[in-house]
Nanobody, 124 residues
Framework: QVQLVESGGGSVQAGGSLRLSCAAS????????MNWYRQAPGKEREFVSIILTDGRTSYADSVKGRFTISQDNAKKTVYLQMNSLKPEDTAMYYC??????????????????WGQGTLVTVSS
């Protein structure tokens, strides 16, 4: 059973930076694509970024050029570097793991998991 713990949220002024971390644990011999989502007050949860097991990345248009996702496989940790933050980036940020299928036996791996979230507040 994979567990995800986010950290690094906080309050920052517009134009500032934060780095979020998501530490994964509770599994062996499983591979996961790692995502960041966010949910602003009164809005639906939305996709922010993904890093696949092969290192390819993708971003929502709203954060392209400002956010960078990366991972440290040895530490089973994914990061989201957020620069040039805007008030509209204010949200609870969640980490999500989706099992990577193919090329190995993944039958004993949890299909997906969410972290508990970390709050980012950007003031103008």
């Amino acid at each position: 059973q994979v567990q995800l713990v986010e950290s690094g949220g906080g309050s920052v002024q517009a134009g500032g930076s934060l780095r979020l971390s998501c530490a994964a644990s509770g599994y062996t011999n499983c591979r996961y694509h790692m995502n960041w989502y966010r949910q602003a007050p009164g809005k639906e949860r939305e996709f922010v970024s993904i890093i696949l097991t092969d290192g390819r990345t993708s971003y929502a248009d709203s954060v392209k050029g400002r956010f960078t996702i990366s991972q440290d496989n040895a530490k089973k940790t994914v990061y989201l570097q957020m620069n040039s933050l805007k008030p509209e980036d204010t949200a609870m940020y969640y980490c999500k793991a989706d099992v990577a299928t193919g090329g190995y036996y993944w039958g004993n791996c949890a299909s997906s998991a969410w972290g508990q979230g970390t709050l980012v507040t950007v003031s103008s």
